[in-house]
């Protein structure tokens, strides 16, 4: 019988070099690491927002941040993957998980993250608390902010040493990769909340139950979406903007920053379609090799469909739509909630396993459907074609009660931490 040291050693040894092997490192967008204070006031109070480039929910809750506590606070941020990982270890692993998000490798990464991750932390945990430790003594802030899965023991640690107030925003209904790591040991003498959407997260509220948080200090905030999308127009402005027909059954593919080559399939797929009133705005967003494939499809006479690369107008366009399909990833999930667009989830080939939670909760709720194999997937449009049932899927978004998150994170910040 194999040891489980050489596994766990061979594990370490293979992720590193998945990790420094690939050849290009995906970067939605940067956030400024200086610190950044309003205009024209005598603000001293500093806020340090950890978030990282794996997935674009991190960049997305992080920017959010930025728009709420930046007329109040002087806010600076820390790549916790390029200005702590790779200066600690010279790897980049938010890389490899966007490699292979991209290419939907969903058993990998789920293994990755269940597995592989709490190993490397247990084994590199003494040099990324040095790295992290010094950006945070560099910086002085009065609170720090985590966007972040898997290192939060790391952040509750240091901060705990220099008894700053730390608020974790989780992003996921299923908090497993959030909590590794952390124990009621570590909790004690931490001024620590949490803050998510409790009411859609009945997991996630008993996962940080389980190891000793408190409710006080569980905050529900709800999620933070972009402010585009609360200013988002309505339908047929959105639609007028955009010079689609009222006619039209829009329906919007989107599969994060990256994209997939899912998309390519599932162009293919609306090939067997015969809804002449069928319009689909397909977004690739940063991937061109996704984008021009697809313009290369042929749609069946009187479907229409428009091939979109990165976009600014996200919001606009889940207004006009009638449909959305896409990974049932919480960013996007949620933006279609607050904007009460009914959903098509892809799992036809599973999905990460924190995303899991987000997929049934949509299913459970009537919200949307599940994809599990692409041959349903006309037939799934077809349901939400039928005027009935459509208008039964909007009215089950009226079930869900939809937090500001803006006013609930500063009421946290005020009130509760006294800043």
Same mark, same amino acid.
């Given at each position: 019988?194999?040891?489980?040291?050489?596994?766990?050693?061979?594990?370490?040894?293979?992720?590193?070099?998945?990790?420094?092997?690939?050849?290009?490192?995906?970067?939605?967008?940067?956030?400024?690491?200086?610190?950044?204070?309003?205009?024209?006031?005598?603000?001293?109070?500093?806020?340090?927002?950890?978030?990282?480039?794996?997935?674009?929910?991190?960049?997305?809750?992080?920017?959010?941040?930025?728009?709420?506590?930046?007329?109040?606070?002087?806010?600076?941020?820390?790549?916790?993957?390029?200005?702590?990982?790779?200066?600690?270890?010279?790897?980049?692993?938010?890389?490899?998980?966007?490699?292979?998000?991209?290419?939907?490798?969903?058993?990998?990464?789920?293994?990755?993250?269940?597995?592989?991750?709490?190993?490397?932390?247990?084994?590199?945990?003494?040099?990324?608390?040095?790295?992290?430790?010094?950006?945070?003594?560099?910086?002085?802030?009065?609170?720090?902010?985590?966007?972040?899965?898997?290192?939060?023991?790391?952040?509750?640690?240091?901060?705990?040493?220099?008894?700053?107030?730390?608020?974790?925003?989780?992003?996921?209904?299923?908090?497993?990769?959030?909590?590794?790591?952390?124990?009621?040991?570590?909790?004690?003498?931490?001024?620590?909340?949490?803050?998510?959407?409790?009411?859609?997260?009945?997991?996630?509220?008993?996962?940080?139950?389980?190891?000793?948080?408190? =409710?006080?200090?569980?905050?529900?905030? *709800?999620? +933070?979406?972009?402010? &585009?999308?609360? /200013? $988002?127009?309505?339908?047929? #402005?959105?639609?007028?903007?955009?010079?689609?027909?009222?006619?039209?059954?829009?329906?919007?593919?989107?599969?994060?920053?990256?994209?997939?080559?899912?998309?390519?399939?599932?162009?293919?797929?609306?090939?067997?379609?015969?809804?002449?009133?069928?319009?689909?705005?397909?977004?690739?967003?940063?991937?061109?090799?996704?984008?021009?494939?697809?313009?290369?499809?042929?749609?069946?006479?009187?479907?229409?469909?428009?091939?979109?690369?990165?976009?600014?107008?996200?919001?606009?366009?889940? =207004?006009?739509?009638?449909?959305?399909? *896409?990974? +049932?990833?919480?960013? &996007?999930?949620? /933006? $279609?909630?607050?904007?009460? #667009?009914?959903?098509?989830?892809?799992?036809?080939?599973?999905?990460?396993?924190?995303?899991?939670?987000?997929?049934?909760?949509?299913?459970?709720?009537?919200?949307?459907?599940?994809?599990?194999?692409?041959?349903?997937?006309?037939?799934?449009?077809?349901?939400?074609?039928?005027?009935?049932?459509?208008?039964?899927?909007?009215?089950?978004?009226?079930?869900?009660?939809?937090?500001?998150?803006?006013?609930?994170?500063?009421?946290?910040?005020?009130?509760?931490?006294?800043?």
């Amino acid at each position: 019988m194999l040891s489980k040291k050489p596994v766990k050693i061979s594990l370490l040894i293979l992720t590193f070099i998945s990790c420094a092997s690939l050849p290009k490192r995906i970067i939605y967008k940067d956030l400024p690491a200086e610190v950044v204070c309003p205009t024209g006031t005598n603000v001293n109070k500093k806020i340090v927002i950890l978030y990282n480039n794996s997935g674009s929910a991190h960049v997305s809750a992080s920017k959010s941040l930025a728009h709420i506590l930046g007329p109040e606070y002087c806010v600076s941020f820390i790549d916790f993957s390029a200005d702590i990982i790779a200066k600690a270890w010279r790897i980049y692993p938010d890389k490899l998980y966007n490699a292979k998000l991209k290419q939907r490798k969903f058993s990998r990464l789920n293994f990755m993250s269940r597995n592989t991750m709490p190993l490397l932390l247990k084994f590199s945990n003494w040099r990324t608390i040095r790295f992290l430790r010094e950006e945070i003594s560099k910086k002085k802030p009065d609170l720090v902010i985590s966007t972040i899965p898997f290192i939060n023991s790391m952040v509750i640690n240091v901060a705990k040493e220099k008894a700053i107030p730390v608020v974790v925003v989780g992003l996921d209904q299923d908090l497993t990769n959030w909590l590794q790591g952390v124990d009621a040991s570590l909790l004690k003498g931490a001024n620590i909340k949490f803050t998510l959407d409790t009411t859609s997260s009945p997991i996630g509220v008993e996962q940080l139950a389980q190891i000793g948080i408190s =409710s006080e200090n569980i905050i529900n905030t *709800g999620f +933070p979406i972009r402010r &585009s999308f609360r /200013e $988002a127009p309505p339908k047929d #402005l959105a639609r007028k903007k955009m010079q689609i027909g009222d006619d039209k059954f829009v329906v919007l593919v989107m599969f994060g920053g990256s994209a997939s080559n899912f998309m390519i399939s599932l162009a293919k797929e609306f090939k067997q379609n015969n809804n002449k009133q069928l319009h689909i705005l397909l977004v690739a967003g940063g991937n061109e090799e996704i984008k021009e494939k697809l313009k290369n499809y042929v749609f069946p006479k009187g479907v229409t469909a428009e091939i979109f690369g990165f976009v600014e107008n996200i919001a606009e366009m889940m =207004s006009a739509s009638d449909l959305f399909i *896409g990974k +049932p990833g919480s960013l &996007s999930v949620y /933006e $279609a909630i607050h904007l009460k #667009l009914p959903m098509i989830l892809d799992l036809t080939k599973g999905a990460m396993t924190h995303e899991l939670a987000t997929a049934n909760f949509i299913k459970d709720m009537g919200l949307g459907l599940l994809l599990k194999d692409i041959v349903q997937l006309n037939s799934l449009i077809d349901i939400f074609s039928t005027e009935e049932t459509y208008e039964n899927y909007k009215k089950n978004f009226n079930k869900i009660a939809i937090k500001n998150f803006d006013t609930e994170f500063m009421n946290l910040i005020k009130n509760h931490l006294l800043l």
